[in-house]
């Protein structure tokens, strides 16, 4: 009702008459309807104002100057004018969110080829990287006290040690580059103003996540140097909570740095006219379902951290029984849901399961709802993606997880979440109109 009010206190206090040739009609929902709701509105070809005629077609009013186009059939806030610098600040943001993807998949890798414990040692600005024979034989004499080595990796050659020495340096590179290609352009578009105050925020945020996400790295890296694997079945592994941890806060800073990049170049349509209920209701079920793909992938992490895709390798049953026997092996109870491999697995199949349910009635729902045009594109790639995501995830079972196909399936929980975070930009707009 903002520019409904507007235009009745303009037309309260004109005096102007003037006649045009074309007209066209004119219909508002405010309590200033008794001023023009049976008027006709005129627009002026070089958009000089707007006039009214009463139904009587007696009298005529014009309205403002600065009017291009028919005012909307229904109210709304007067649109913003667009940021300065927001494209670049809009492909700057894009890009971080671009190499933040990247780093996970890399960190999937580190993972899936029992990288991360190569380097035992930690810098906030980079380890240098050894470059004569005897630099690399004192890194791998330090690499040689701590567990991994002790209980596992007794025969690695040199050869083998560089190369997963290599992946965990590069992965840890890459990340300090993030840090980098955020850093410096944030500076330079705050000092050149293409920041306002909630923007500001945001980069401060962004900022915060991205030291903490390479605090809670090393962090999880600690975990696995740790002189604590006494027991004869123990294997030297990072955590699996900080690992989740890790894994949970890359996955945020991606949210956030992909829905700030939408916001400044694929902004959401909005509807025109009457928004009925069950589009409401149905960005509520897009928001649900975007949290169900983030807490699969999540889950995902417990299942990598314990390595419990190297068991009851078929689908859909686990070893011909729909509910394995040691499911609850753990006591407490509680334990099992984060510590036992059996059921870690066991919560994953259910959760993708749950997710992809969800998806599809998204989907099916999205064909029967009223919504912004791009919105039902996005709930179409959600569907594609969701089912191709739960087909990599059983292949990757079936096969006893190999890399390539492991990498995949990790890569794909985030092109998921990618998409979801698409759908629920898009309804971002739905908003129940002020009576």
Not at 237 to 242: E, G, I, K, P
Request: hydrophobic letters at 45%.
């Amino acid at each position: 009702m903002y520019n409904c009010l507007r235009l009745a206190s303009c037309i309260a206090r004109t005096g102007t008459t003037s006649t045009f040739s074309s007209f066209s009609a004119f219909k508002t929902i405010s309590p200033a309807r008794s001023f023009v709701s049976n008027a006709l509105l005129v627009s002026k070809p070089n958009g000089g104002g707007i006039t009214f005629r009463d139904a009587t077609k007696k009298s005529l009013l014009t309205v403002g100057r600065t009017f291009r186009t028919p005012v909307s059939r229904y109210c709304t806030k007067p649109s913003v004018p667009q940021e300065r610098g927001s494209k670049a600040v809009g492909y700057w943001l894009l890009g971080c969110s671009g190499m933040v993807f990247v780093a996970v998949i890399l960190g999937g890798v580190t993972r899936l080829t029992e990288s991360g414990l190569s380097m035992v040692t930690w810098k906030l600005l980079g380890e240098q990287m050894p470059r004569t024979d005897a630099e690399w034989q004192q890194e791998f004499d330090r690499y040689q006290q701590f567990p991994e080595f002790k209980l596992k990796n007794q025969d690695i050659t040199m050869q083998e040690f560089k190369l997963i020495w290599y992946m965990e340096y590069g992965h840890r590179m890459w990340g300090r580059a993030i840090g980098a290609f955020y850093s410096i352009p944030a500076l330079y578009f705050w000092t050149k103003g293409y920041f306002n105050k909630a923007m500001k925020i945001r980069v401060l945020a962004f900022g915060a996540l991205i030291g903490a996400q390479g605090l809670m790295g090393w962090y999880m890296v600690k975990s696995g140097l740790e002189d604590r694997f006494h027991e004869e079945s123990d294997v030297p592994r990072v955590s699996q909570y900080r690992l989740a941890s890790h894994l949970g806060f890359a996955f945020v800073l991606y949210s956030l740095f992909l829905w700030s990049a939408l916001d400044k170049l694929l902004p959401a349509q909005k509807l025109v006219g009457q928004i009925p209920a069950a589009t409401f209701r149905f960005k509520g079920l897009a928001h649900a379902t975007k949290a169900a793909v983030f807490l699969t992938a999540l889950s995902g992490a417990f299942v990598a951290g314990l390595d419990a895709g190297l068991i009851y390798n078929s689908f859909p049953k686990m070893a011909d029984r729909w509910i394995p026997s040691d499911i609850l092996a753990l006591s407490p109870a509680l334990r099992n849901f984060t510590e036992n491999p059996t059921t870690v697995q066991f919560d994953h199949r259910v959760l993708g399961t749950a997710t992809l349910t969800l998806i599809t009635g998204m989907f099916l729902l999205s064909r029967r709802r009223l919504l912004p045009p791009r919105a039902y594109k996005a709930a179409t790639a959600v569907a594609a993606m969701g089912w191709m995501q739960v087909a990599l995830g059983i292949t990757t079972l079936l096969t006893y997880v190999p890399v390539p196909l492991a990498a995949s399936h990790q890569s794909g929980s985030l092109v998921l979440l990618s998409l979801a975070i698409w759908l629920t930009h898009e309804l971002k707009l739905v908003k129940r109109l002020p009576k």
